[in-house]
Every structure is written in C-alpha cells, then in structure tokens.
C-alpha cells in the first residue's frame, strides 16, 4: 500500500494509504490520529512554545462536537488545534502527563482532498494577529525546495507534492504559507488577495488539478 508521503498528486478519495499516526487525545478524545508534518512548537513568530502535530485532515474522522464541515468555522477550528506531545487526563489531575510514544504508519482512508481552502486562505490574508503577520511577512518571497515528487514547504520542509493545487497556489497545511506552484516562490500577503478574488469566481465543483512534479 501506498504510503502517503510517496506521493506526486494528491491522495484519491476513497483509497487507502499508509499514514502517519500518533496516539494522543485530539479535541478531548484519546484515540490514533493521521498526522502530518514534524514534532515542533511555533516559538519564532507565533509564540505557541508547546511541541505538537497538525492533524492530517485529508483522513481523520469529524470529531464528536465538530460534524458540519460545510461550515468554515469547522475547519478553523481543526486547524487551530493541534496534537500536543504531552496532555493530563484533566486540567485537575494530579497524574503525571501522559507522552506520545511514537509516530507510526497506519491504513487510512482519504475522506476529503482539501479542506474549505477559500475560507482559509482569506484568513491567512486579512489576519489582524501580529504573530502570524510576522509569520507570513518573513517566509514571502523564499524558495521552495524540489524532491523527487515536488515541492517541499521551506518553513517546516513539509511535501506540497500531495495538496492540491487550486488557480496555481499551492497551501501549506501546517502554517498556511501560500506558494505559486510554478515557480515554487513563496507569496507575500499582498499577494494572497487576489488569489482570494480569483478562487471565488472558480466554480465549487470544479476539480483541484494534480500537483505537477
């Protein structure tokens, strides 16, 4: 079975694949969670110090209190909560905190290719948060690396090759840098916005074409 970072496109909906998997609780519930991207804290520009994974959602489950994905307020929220190396059991236990042990492979099944990628990058682009201004204002203009596959994200080298690609960006789905998919450049927020504009005239269901090497 295929393993998700051998990737060039992205994943097929409905298929399998090989993710990788921590054990950990994720929106109050213990439970295995696809992950993507490293173990790693958004220290510089951000201020988040706690170590965590971002949640692979091409493959997790809705959680129990967050089902509508029609709503873009769901897809904020998953990505504004990450997978933390360490958790208790409750805020008042007096128990040591628990670890994760490992990252392992694991069969998926790919239930989504993307989320509400308009409502994102709208976000990313109008933010009034500091941090992530900083953020996007010190990654715009550096380049993207090249696998075998394709591009490699330059802040945590995360492979772009299997997100799709929509009116030529591609996102990074840990952090929310945008990339021309053609040059492999990173945008600049000023940039972003007419990219906004433009995804909005695309049609819904108009499919994202695949990643090129």
Request: hydrophobic share 35%; aromatic share 8%; proline share 8%.
């Amino acid at each position: 079975m295929q393993h998700i970072s051998d990737l060039s496109a992205p994943p097929i909906l409905g298929q399998f694949y090989m993710v990788p998997t921590v054990t950990a609780i994720w929106c109050g519930s213990l439970g295995e969670y696809p992950v993507i991207g490293p173990l790693h804290n958004d220290r510089q520009h951000i201020g988040f110090d706690r170590d965590h994974w971002h949640i692979d959602t091409r493959f997790a489950a809705s959680p129990r209190l967050l089902k509508d994905e029609t709503n873009p307020e769901y897809w904020r929220r998953i990505m504004a909560t990450p997978i933390m190396r360490t958790w208790k059991s409750s805020m008042f236990s007096r128990k040591e905190p628990r670890s994760v042990a490992a990252v392992y492979a694991r069969r998926w099944k790919c239930k989504r290719q993307a989320p509400d990628h308009i409502s994102l990058f709208e976000d990313s682009a109008t933010t009034a948060n500091e941090g992530w201004k900083a953020h996007f204002d010190h990654w715009a203009g550096h380049q993207c690396k090249k696998d075998g596959n394709g591009w490699r994200c330059p802040h945590r080298n995360v492979s772009l090759a299997n997100q799709p690609v929509i009116n030529g960006i591609v996102r990074c789905p840990l952090h929310d840098l945008m990339i021309d998919n053609a040059t492999g450049r990173v945008l600049s927020r000023p940039a972003m916005r007419p990219q906004i504009r433009a995804l909005r005239t695309l049609n819904e269901n108009q499919p994202a074409e695949a990643n090129a090497k």
